[in-house]
Structures are given as C-alpha cells and as structure tokens.
C-alpha cells in the first residue's frame, strides 16, 4: 500500500522536484517504508511505500520496464499476481521483483489499457508511457483505493490524498456550494465531486488518459451493466429450474462459503504479519472463521469498546465470543472519552468534510491493530451485498403500509413525536419516525429521505439567501441513482444503490483514511469484485426473507458461529455521538458555533443553528447528527480554509 502523486505540465515545463518532494511529505503515513521520485522533464512521479509484497528494494517505485519507456507508480493489491506472473513470464516478460507492481507494468506492456479486466484486486495507479506521451490512470472497481486529480489548462495534477494535490502553489482553493449541500445532505460528499471546485475524485471503476490533445475518462466496468447480465441468466436458470427453494437456498450457501473463502484466500496473501478487525457481528466473524480454516496459526483480532454512553456502543461482549470459539490471539482497546482530540485528527487524513462518526473507532482500531500487524482484514460490504441495513426491510415494508389507515399512521407519528428524544439517531423512535414520514411517496424519494441527514425544510432554514441563490434546483444524488439502477426487486435496485453511493463514497472513504493514517493496509474480502458479481446473481428473496436481514448470509454463518452473535439486534460499528454532543464536545461547540465564525463565514443563519441546538438540548428534536456535521464542517473549515 502506498501514496502516490504526479503532476504532467501540458506546456511543456519541466517539472520541480521539490513540489513532488512536498506533495510526498503530506502522505508520509500511507507509506514509511520507503520514498522514490521520478522527474522526467514535464512529468513527475512521487510514491511512498508501505511495503507488503516484496520486501526488497527490487520493489522500489517509481519502476520502469528494461527500457525505461514506462514508468509506474501504483497504490494497492493485486491478489492474482502470481497467476498473471506466470503468463507473463509465459510470453517472454522478465521480471526483477516478487512485487505485484512489476506484474501491472508488464501487464500495460502486453494489454496497453485493456490490461485493468486482468487484475483482481484494490488499486489506484498512474502509468507513463514515453512513446505515447500519455499518462495512464486507473482505479479499482469498487472504489477501495481513491484517487483524486485537478485538470487546469496548462497541467493536470493528481494524489492518493486531496492535501498533497491542495500544496501545490498552482491549486485555486474554492469551495464547491453543490458539493458543500451535498454534504449537508449525506454527511458525505458523493463522487466524483470533493469540496473543493477544481479537485474531483477519480470514479470506481473508471480511467483516465491525459495527452497534450486530449484528457479521456473511461468507464471500464460498471454495476448496473453487471446486474443486467445475471439477470438473464436468472431468467434462463428460472425457465429450467425444477428443484425446490430449499434446494436452491441450499446451493447459494454452499456458493457463498465457497466464493467468500477463495476471497479471503486471496487477501490472506502477504509478506508482514496480519489480522482482522473484529465487530463481533456476522460479518467480520463470518471472515475470521474462514480464515482461522486457512491459517496454520491463531489469527490476530482486534476490537474496540467505548466507555462513553452505555452498553449500546460496546460489542466487545460478543467480540471475545467470537475470539474465543476460534482461539485467536485477541487484542481489545476500551476507548475512554477522548473525542475533542481525536475528532481534529480525523478531519485532518480527510482534507474535507466527513461527518459518519464511524471514522472514530476505525482510527482507535486501526492505531491498535498496526502495534501488531500491517495489514488487516475487514467485514465491510457485506451489509451491501446481503441486505444488512433496516432501511433494506423498511423499503419492502412500505408495500404494505397502504393497508394500515392513514388516521393510524397520523397518530402514531404523532405519539412518537411526544417520546422523549434518543439520543442515538438509530433508535427505534427515530427509525420510526422516518417509516411513517415516508407515506405516499416514491421510493426513490424515500431512500433519498432514509439516507439524508439535513431535510429541505432544515436547510432552507440553516442556509442564508446568498447560499441558497447559488444552489442547483436538484441535488438528490441518491434519488438519482436509485431511479437509475435498474432492479429486478425493489430491494435489489437498493442494494445497487448502495454498491453505488454508499459503499465508496462513505463506508470505504473512511476504510482508507483511518487505516492509512495508522499505516495500516485494510482488506476487504466482500468487496472482491468477482464475488460481489456472484452475489448479485443471487435472488433477492434470499438475502431478505420474511422481514429477516441477510437471511442467506446468516445460514451462511450457522455452519460456524455460535446463535447468539448471529441473531442479535444490529448495531453497527457505532459511536456515543449524543453523549459526545450533551458532555465532551460542548466546549468545540460553543467555539465552532459562535456568532462570530458564523457571520463571518455568510453561510449559515445563526439563528437556525441556535434553534437546532436550543431543541436538541431541550429533547424536542434528535439533531445528534446535524449538530455533528456542523461541528466538523466548522473544524475543517477552520483547518483547511483560514
């Protein structure tokens, strides 16, 4: 795993050393192993090393090939290099290294463009190639590994991370009102926008070649064109189907270990010590079971409890469960409060707006995991794949809610409106309220509901009539998506969508930054995209039956983790964001949230901001997370834009 940078001045100026040499230095935590530059008049390459395949120097990077014709810098895994390998060598390549770097450059020599279909794994990467004069510029399927890029007419600039792009003196640093409503809007900001004007981030399964003539973006694998194949052949197995559903349920769970254990195979391949993070949920106990089949010896886990708040956001209960029945070597962090500290540093890895306060505990885990290990596996992706979230049955459910009258859905709503406020937004009460304001409308419209943090009517009070006479008519990113993903199943145009937004624009943002700030490399065996085409082909009645989330994926599990982890409550790798807000972040609030920063920014009414706070303290709103998403847009602007 490692940073890369490179700039490519498209009017022919020789590129400074010292602006790749900076640009390196801002990313010095993805790689400490080892450092390379290479400046050939109006190109330059930076990379910082973590290494984890090949030790050697023999993997130093930036690498050529035996003619220095082309030069590589890459970010990442690929998980069947050594097949690869051996077909190269095969057709005559030489090979210096054991590194998979070596294996992607031969790969570009052999297929040119068409080399990224070859390559398994999680990558971002930039190949320059002198005959052509052209920069090649890649990024995995799933959007594991980021890339971010800024094209200016004279120049074209890129990074692994949006601060090294942001040092060079050329960068305009402007914020973008979409992205900035976005934001608002999600928690997050969707790709291939970032916050800033003139810096986008290279889309999941895209490239990019850049010229002198020409800068090209190419779409080379996508979702919805994958979900269509295997729904024909749904439609062709279906016509010639003949046995009984619990036959074909039968088939999938045995498909499922199957596929899942070669994945995990795979990400088990590495030259440093490793381990996984363990929640104690189905997921990432499903993963240590396969592993622990896999490993000669006690597979490393580790987890993270907070003393904060109650037992709601500790799992370490279930967690030793786990640890115990497949005698791992178990390692356990209990996190007192120290959010006011932790919270700065966080925004710092993600040089933008980031407000799912998951981050936190991903940076805790990630710091103890790397006193042990490297690199580290993950359960994340399985709630995408398998129907994991509540809204994933709220959805369906919704096909039924015309039966109830609406006389008793308007006092329900109303009754749940009187409950004292929770102070965790994934409360029961605050779940419900959200289903029953979801009536009569199109589901497109109500996933976008489900996924929003600001509702119109709390931004048409938060922003001042400046802002809001900038803003785009339409801005609902998952409303868009949603309507086109094509589905077989409501719920399978949901776990698109999902695949599509949520995945790589928040869950795998964070993976990154919080594992990378640590020097830790995270591996995310639900995410192999071959395994993710298979779990696609698979029936949506299957991962969801009678109201049960990931149905499928929890037989699956049965055959190796004890019940009481596999059919508890969902709790998700969550935080005390309601205590942080009532107790430890009180003094950030006032600071961040004073009149003067406000006012001086022109962005934000400060009476709609004393009104959210005035009503969460007095319980009659739950605005734990717009008043987090506040704060740490607040903290970012202050670090990033004073």
Known sequence: ??????????NDQTVEYEHIDRMLSLMSHRGPDDRGIYIKENIGLGMNRLAVIDLSLNAHQPMSNETQSVWIIYNGEIYNYKILRKELMDKGYAFKSNSDTEVV?????EWGHLSIEQLNGMFAFAIFD???KELFIARDRLGIKPLYYAHY????CFASEIKAILCYPRIQKTIDIQALDQYFSYMVIPHPKTIYKDINILEPGHTLTISFDFVKKTKYWDLNEQYLKVVESWNRDNAEMTISRKKVEEYYIDEVIKRLKKSVKMRMISDVPLGIFLSGGV?????????????TEPVKTFSVGFEDGDKNYNELEYCRIVAKKFKTEHYEFIQKSDVNNVLPESIKHFDEPFANPTAIPMYYISKLARENVTVALSGVGGDELFGGYPRHVALQLINYKGLVPRSIQKVSLYILKKLQQSPNPYSFSDRAKRFLSASNKEKGVVYEMWRTSFFSFLKNMLYTDELKSQLANDNAFIEYNFAETPGHTILDKALLTDLKTYLPTDLLTYCDRMSMATSLEMRVPFCD???VEFAMSIPSKYKIRRFQLKHLLKKVAFKYLPREVIYRRKQGFSVPVGYWIKNDLKPLIN???SEDLIRKQGYFNLSAIEQILNDHDKGIANYSSQIWSLLVFQMWYKQYMN
């Open 529 to 531: 995209h071959e395994f």
């Open 153 to 156: 007419s004279d120049f074209f």
């Open 105 to 109: 450059l031969h790969a570009y020599e």
């Open 1 to 10: 795993m490692c940073g890369i940078c490179g700039i490519i001045n498209l």
């Open 591 to 593: 600071e961040f949230l």
């Open 130 to 132: 002198k005959k052509k």
């Open 283 to 295: 997921d990432s106990s499903l993963v240590l079971a396969l592993m622990s089949e896999l490993s």
